[in-house]
């Protein structure tokens, strides 16, 4: 049996894992990502966890079928909940809300920080989880952005930098919405390294967003209520930040 295939944003993610370290998958679905770290050889051993039992055994099938059940192990989780500190060195937990997210290292607070890198792709919630991460003190290490069959996604590895951020809280509310904290406030809604290289498809996706909103923002103005003028102003909130975040890319 040949390689398994991954799609671009799952090789992504794996591509993010420092090589020589075990992993551990939390939401590891069918265990292809545990498989492809393997068999690439990024990974000697990983451990797939799955709150489901269905999606766990069919990831224990697969296992099997690419004969890897000597590096895999499978465990059924709730989270990080039966995972044991330094059975792993890396996390990869994909393809989940950001509030889940949220949760899970909050739940295993510990367990999370005692990783030396944590792989994390957020499909929503994604301001509000980075606020998170910057108030539990974790440090982000590397980010990217990917197109895949006309949907966008965020990636990011960070690590507990030893120490919660004591006057985070205040300062990520003001950096989520107030005018003299611009560049604060667009790092936590597009991701502050994509913002400083100027990565290609951050732009793409700012460009496309700006239209998307205003074509909205056209919509909402032909409507009088209360709740499509409320709806307005944050609509051009929102378009503010995008222009002010493509306007970087022309310094």
């Not at 792709?121 to 952005?145: A, M, N, T, V």
């Not at 949907?151 to 951020?165: A, D, H, I, Q, S």
């Not at 003001?174 to 990565?199: H, N």
């Amino acid at each position: 049996m040949g390689g398994v295939q991954l799609s671009e944003r799952l090789k992504c993610l794996c591509n993010m894992v420092t090589p020589g370290r075990r992993v551990v998958d939390v939401g590891c679905d069918h265990g292809f990502v545990s498989i492809y770290l393997v068999q690439q050889g990024i990974c000697p051993g990983a451990l797939a966890m799955d709150v489901r039992s269905g999606p766990l055994s069919r990831a224990q099938e697969h296992v099997a079928e690419y004969g890897l059940t000597e590096y895999i192990e499978t465990r059924l989780s709730d989270g990080l909940l039966t995972y044991q500190v330094g059975e792993a060195q890396s996390l990869v937990c994909a393809g989940m809300g950001g509030r889940l997210m949220e949760k899970i290292l909050t739940e295993s607070r510990e367990k999370a920080r005692s990783l030396e890198e944590l792989i994390l792709q957020p499909q929503s919630e994604l301001r509000e989880f980075r606020i998170f991460l910057k108030q539990e003190g974790y440090e982000l290490l590397d980010e990217h952005i990917l197109c895949e069959d006309g949907k966008y996604y965020f990636l990011m590895k960070v690590r507990w930098n030893g120490e919660t951020c004591g006057e985070c809280s205040s300062e990520c509310a003001e950096a989520a919405g107030q005018e003299d904290s611009a560049m604060k406030a667009l790092d936590l809604r597009y991701g502050g390294l994509l913002l400083a290289r100027r990565d290609p498809v951050l732009k793409e996706f700012l460009q496309e967003s700006l239209q998307n909103m205003r074509q909205i923002e056209q919509n909402l103005m032909k409507n009088e209520n209360e709740r499509a003028r409320c709806r307005l102003e944050e609509i051009r909130g929102e378009l503010r930040c995008m222009e002010q975040a493509l306007a970087l890319y022309d310094r």
